[in-house]
């Protein structure tokens, strides 16, 4: 059995490691699941950059100290995907039964099944049960013929929920009387899926317009999605108007550019909510960054907010409906690409953490 571990100060450091986890190693009341295929994308790296402050590094300690590995300084990044129970000691749950959720880029991993219903259960791991739940719950899914499908789902939907969910908290506070929404590192898969959020939540006319913010490289791919009102490049910050009230949804984490921006816009800059981190490298932020009406968006907070505004089943058939459809939209510039194990992750990653993957390949991997 084996895991991925990567320096938590050092993500140029990574490493595939051999763990001694085995059936011997259930007690009562837990199941051993192997992972059968995950996707890995930039927002990976985010839980890596604010995984202290998040908690992110928690979810999955690293294995190796029985071995006689070390395992100090060293940490497993948290990834979306399919495993299959192939070990059960938990009454109620079947080998053989399919899940969707979070797990670390290993083989194997160890859970203790609690809460559980038809639809799905909850790692009740004693390590887990402080860390936000929606992290913890796990889906029972019928396995798909067609695991194109369910590589999609790994891939796009925790992305394409995250954008729901900054678009619908956007609207809840009534756009911050903004009138332009700039979306920074506009080619992220997180951030296509903000437009077409806004496209489903907010169809009326006096929704703000939104701008794309992205490279030189990705200029031309990005303006083709045709999903923003506007693309324009990093360098064209003073292009952008700066007596429009704006809210500004970063996923990139870039501090200098943010900084420049905020200086750029001035009072006009109501709110900027902090998502992602795909330009961790040049997170320093500058002295013309505005904390005051900066924000880190934390999507399982609000989450559990419209979970218990409208219900769990009214906030499953909402955010359903839309990543059917995000993701039938994603079809016409999705390209999906299979590593092999972890040294076929291993193999690309230098390439993830600099941020080379072209925007339209999506990272699967296949165990």
């Not at 997170?283 to 769990?312: C, L, T, V, Y």
């Not at 510039?333 to 092999?340: G, T, V």
Request: glycine residues 8%; proline residues 4%; contains cysteine.
């Amino acid at each position: 059995m084996s895991e991925f571990q990567i320096s938590r100060s050092d993500y140029t450091k990574v490493r595939v490691v051999e763990t001694h986890l085995s059936e011997r190693d259930l007690n009562e009341g837990e199941v051993l699941v192997k992972i059968d295929r995950f996707a890995f994308t930039a927002n990976n790296m985010t839980y890596a950059v604010v995984g202290d402050k998040l908690g992110y590094w928690q979810f999955f300690p690293p294995s190796g100290d029985d071995t006689g590995l070390n395992t100090e300084g060293w940490g497993v990044l948290p990834v979306w995907g399919f495993a299959d129970v192939v070990v059960s000691r938990a009454e109620g749950v079947n080998v053989g039964e399919r899940l969707f959720g979070y797990f670390p880029p290993a083989s194997h991993l160890k859970m203790k099944p609690v809460h559980i219903n038809a639809a799905r259960w909850i790692d009740g791991s004693a390590h887990r049960t402080a860390l936000p739940v929606g992290y913890n719950v796990y889906r029972r899914v019928v396995p798909s013929p067609d695991k194109s499908l369910d590589e999609e789902r790994a891939l796009l939907a925790v992305l394409f929920l995250t954008a729901y969910c900054i678009v619908d908290f956007l609207l809840d506070h009534d756009w911050y009387r903004a009138k332009q929404i700039i979306v920074i590192s506009a080619s992220s898969k997180t951030s296509i899926g903000v437009p077409y959020a806004f496209a489903a939540l907010a169809p009326h006319v006096n929704a703000p317009r939104t701008i794309g913010l992205t490279s030189n490289r990705n200029l031309a791919w990005t303006k083709q999605l045709g999903a923003y009102d506007s693309v324009l490049t990093y360098g064209d910050i003073a292009r952008i108007e700066a007596d429009v009230p704006t809210v500004i949804v970063d996923m990139s984490g870039n501090g200098a550019l943010l900084g420049k921006l905020h200086k750029h816009l001035g009072d006009n800059m109501k709110f900027c909510s902090n998502i992602g981190a795909t330009h961790w490298e040049n997170g320093a932020r500058s002295a013309d960054f505005n904390k005051e009406k900066s924000e880190m968006f934390f999507a399982p907070s609000h989450i559990q907010k419209r979970i218990k505004d409208w219900g769990n089943d009214v906030f499953e058939q909402r955010t359903g409906v839309f990543l059917q459809e995000a993701i039938a939209k994603s079809r016409g510039w999705l390209k999906l690409s299979k590593l092999y194990g972890l040294n076929g992750l291993m193999a690309r990653f230098d390439e993830i953490r600099e941020g080379r993957i072209p925007p339209e390949e999506g990272l699967i991997v296949e165990m």
